[in-house]
């Protein structure tokens, strides 16, 4: 369901609106599911603008934050061989069992920094390269397609270490297990510019909860902060799309198909949650499969750091300054993993909050 943007109106005017909607209703717990809302919720002081009965929480929509240790220990398991290893630099910092990729990399190991899954396809052409695949539906269809630039290519240094995940899927999952219970959800603009509406509205259906594809300015998340007050005092359960100067219904067809050629789903481990059943991407081609090709033996255990809350954080069951670690674990000192991304829940709470 498409929603005209709402561009005619002023921050002040869509904050008295907010004021005037949360005097209909109840104590309601809004969730965004997303680590860039998070971030513009932090930095334009949003949770602090809302009404005392209005409460915001961070949802498992940070892909650095719930990349199990497990499959930092393959990664690292791959580096120690001697093959190149290139990440996104946000995940290099995240410990293993025992150590991060970036201490991996100052005792001599191959590993690389890169912004895209094409700048390691080029690193490949020179020597065994090894791409770390991370990230939802947003950032899985550009691996996908180096994977198909290099099946075409017979680049065989090639091959990832898929750790891409289902969004929607694992959202079904948790609102199904009950861990995730809110009055309504903030969803991700940029999954759903891949996905589409459409993929969001069955959620909404089926879990009675309604929705609001949002944009990631500050002021296109108090447009959906309004908007769902606005269906959650008429009993909407549906999804209706705030971002629609880059969302459409049926999302981007190519993108998708890209994504199919080339995936399939597997169970998988997030971070603090566990597993969750058809939420992992397998790669379908075991040459272009590093857990595969490199016979790494996948565990499905993990394990959280001592003291350390951030699965609580993921979930929405707490806030971040609620863990006892919060302040001690910060950006220059991150114990837990929503501290060291940027798009963490912690990370942002800390650094906005000073």
């Not at 991060?100 to 052409?125: H, P």
């Not at 969004?167 to 991700?188: C, K, Q, R, W, Y």
């Not at 949650?273 to 993990?302: S, V």
Request: glycine residues 8%; hydrophobic residues 35%; proline residues 4%.
């Amino acid at each position: 369901m498409n929603l005209k943007q709402p561009s005619q109106k002023t921050i002040s005017e869509v904050l008295k609106d907010i004021k005037e909607k949360a005097r209909k209703v109840g104590n309601i717990k809004l969730m965004e599911v997303c680590g860039s809302h998070t971030q513009a919720i932090e930095e334009n002081g949003i949770r602090s603008l809302m009404p005392k009965n209005i409460s915001l929480f961070s949802g498992p929509g940070c892909p650095v934050c719930v990349t199990t240790t497990t499959e930092i220990d393959e990664a690292i398991e791959i580096a120690k061989k001697g093959i190149t290893v290139t990440s996104f630099g946000d995940l290099i910092r995240v410990k293993g069992s025992n150590e991060s990729l970036l201490e991996r990399k100052a005792k001599g190991d191959d590993i690389r920094i890169v912004y895209s899954a094409f700048e390691s396809l080029e690193i490949a052409k020179q020597k065994e390269t090894v791409h770390v695949g991370i990230g939802f539906e947003t950032t899985a269809p550009g691996t996908a397609q180096a994977i198909i630039d290099a099946k075409k290519k017979k680049i065989t240094n090639f091959s990832v270490l898929s750790f891409h995940k289902y969004f929607v899927t694992a959202m079904d999952a948790l609102l199904e297990s009950g861990e995730i219970t809110f009055n309504g959800l903030i969803a991700p603009g940029h999954v759903g510019t891949i996905t589409g509406s459409d993929s969001f509205e069955f959620l909404s259906e089926k879990h009675r909860i309604p929705q609001v594809i949002s944009g990631f300015e500050g002021f296109d998340v108090l447009v959906s902060i309004s908007i769902l007050l606005e269906m959650i005092e008429k009993k909407e359960n549906i999804t209706k799309n705030e971002y629609i100067r880059s969302v459409t219904k049926s999302g981007n067809r190519k993108a998708l198909k890209i994504m199919d050629e080339v995936f399939k789903p597997c169970d998988a481990s997030w971070r603090g949650i566990g597993l969750i059943k058809n939420t992992g991407m397998k790669i379908k081609f075991k040459e272009f499969d590093a857990r595969e090709k490199y016979d790494i033996k996948t565990k499905k255990e993990y394990s959280m750091p001592k003291g350390c809350r951030c699965g609580e954080v993921v979930k929405g069951q707490i806030h971040s300054e609620e863990c006892p670690l919060f302040g001690f674990c910060n950006p220059e000192n991150p114990i837990g993993p929503c501290m060291i991304s940027v798009e963490g829940s912690c990370y942002n709470t800390y650094k906005y909050s000073k």
